[in-house]
């Protein structure tokens, strides 16, 4: 390896290229990178100019990749978890060949173009993560090395090393400062993930200018104390020293490693770099040109030579690489075509061939067989079943495990066998959560984890940042009301369920028995649209009857759990824990000769994709008299109870006491149901 100079050795017969210095070819990445945000009039140019170089070493000399089939499931992962660096990311991968031309960087941050401000996942081919709120994509790193090792140990075998890549990350001085960053990387070290390589952009700069004033953290000790190997006082512009960090750290398997690189932020800028100056801003056109003039950069915006272009692209030797990774799963296949068959399933999402039919006859023997429980509980046991069928399962909780009910007979634990499919995420819910959308990133596995439904909260940004990327997450919140009782109102949930709901692309489930329940849990292991949230109760809930119509309109996320004969007067709307207070409502008004309809809602979103037919028929526009039921925020309620209707749930904080009181204190009783409807209809 030559210090300053990369050659292509001429061993196949084709022409020696010209030989260009290392640094020419990252600055490559900061010309694309500054032209792109001038153009822009947006961006920021400093980390990807200060990181340029780091970047050139590990996508040359390290990354295994196939710009071609962005999608192989033995690729090294690459996390960019300063994601506002992004044009760094958009650079390399032009650079190397993906389908990404000088034409997309051109419209940085443009509407509709493939190189938005941050880097969005499914957006823009190459992009492994959604990342722009820091210290997430280290968190999503951590979960995809999870998986990888993982994966490794439920499918190699001797002389078959089919799952085998690294996870790189990047992140910078705000990573580090982010909260979820301490969380995942200290259950990094803790699981021992060596195949997890992370480079600390150590620039010293943020937005607001020097960090020392507020961010004098000892890096190499905390990591170290996490269980990090830690390579410090890397040469961040130079590219030996990068060389022999990226080397070090992958001879160490059995933790994963942080290289602290020493960088400038806006290398080559003559006035702007080292300062937060060149942080979040163009450069202005007067810089960029005296930075080309300083970089020894010749050539025009968005200009780059044949020859460097040549030396970027791996499109040839990724797929060399993947050639010989799919000559080695032939192999693999014939001697264990089970395993090999299973594997492909499983990274491509392919639920098994007996699953619906399966599923679908567990459904009808919990309602045929009711049964009174929590359905936290009806959770586990839901688990239980579908544990048997689905390997791909990998779940845990953040410390409430036997709160949350989320292992089962099959549970092993990662940390005691790393083949196991059960994590115990320690009291770490945003973590957890960020964790858990790398191992789904990754591929070959349905993740779920779990908190109480009021510790969403510290989860709430990666529980977002799930949903905006659109990926599987089963999401376990119990514990799901004032019901909690005695813990009183620091856990006792009353917005988070709206809040859940009013976020696109989450699928948010409540249901009143074990038969939604396993409806909800159906849907969420079906669900490739995003994430699904599933809301379960403390407190026993009582088994409603149906009919088999009523059985299979659950899953439409509302449907008619009893009815009158002729046109309701009144509709009362209710989910969870409170449908059996209306239930004995419809039960007592229609004793009183009133034409009573109870409406179970599991999932508003469900309902609202309905067709206009069926959605008219649940809850007919013509009846105006409807009451809301649930024990959380009220105005959520709003939209199907209208002007003209009532809702019963909750305006104010809870408070500590025995659950009964509780719903007495609240007004969840079946005496105040039936004088609001009373009340309603009086007024008609």
Known sequence: MHKNNFIIANTTGKLKLKKHSRREMANAIR???MDAVQKAQSGHPGTPMGMAD?????????LNHNPSNPLWINRDRFVLSNGHASMLLYSVLHLTGYDLSINDLTKFRQLNSKTPGHP???HTTGIETTTGPLGQGIANAVGMAIAERTLMAQFNRPSYKIIDHFTYVFMGDGCMMEGVSHEACSLAGTLQLGKLIAFYDNNGISIDGKITGWFTDDTA???ESYGWHVVCNVDGHDAHSIHLAIQEAKTIDQKPSLLICHTVIGFGSPNKSDTHYAHGSPLGEQEVALTRIKLGWPYPAFEIPQELYAHWDAKEIGQEKENTWN????????SFPKLAQELI??????LPYNWDLTSKNFITYLQDNPLNIASRQASQ???EFFGEMLPEYLGGSADLTPSNLTTWSGSKAINKDIAGNYIHFGVREFGMTAIANGISLHGGFLPYTATFLIFSEYARNAVRMAALMKIRHIMIYTHDSIGVGEDGPTHQPIEQLASLRLTPNISTWRPCDQVECAIAWKYAIENYNGPTALILSRQVLPQQSRTKSQLENIARGAYILHDCIGIPQAILISTGSEIQIAVAAFQFLTQEGYKIRVVSMPSTDVFDKQDVDYRECVLPSIISHRIAIEA?????WLKYTGLKGAVIAMTQFGASGPAAQLFKKFNFTLEYVIEQTKKLLRYD
Not at 54 to 62: H, K, M, P, S, T
Not at 327 to 334: G, I, P, S
Not at 632 to 636: E, H, P, V
């Open 31 to 33: 010309v694309l990178s």
């Open 381 to 383: 046991n839901i688990i």
């Open 632 to 636: 959380s925020i009220s105005d959520y």
């Open 327 to 334: 000559a080695l799963f032939m192999a693999y296949k014939k």
């Open 345 to 350: 399933r499983r990274v491509t999402q392919q």
């Open 221 to 223: 000790r905390r990591f």
């Open 54 to 62: 780091i970047a050139e070493v590990l996508w040359r000399d390290f």
């Open 120 to 122: 969005e996942y499914g």
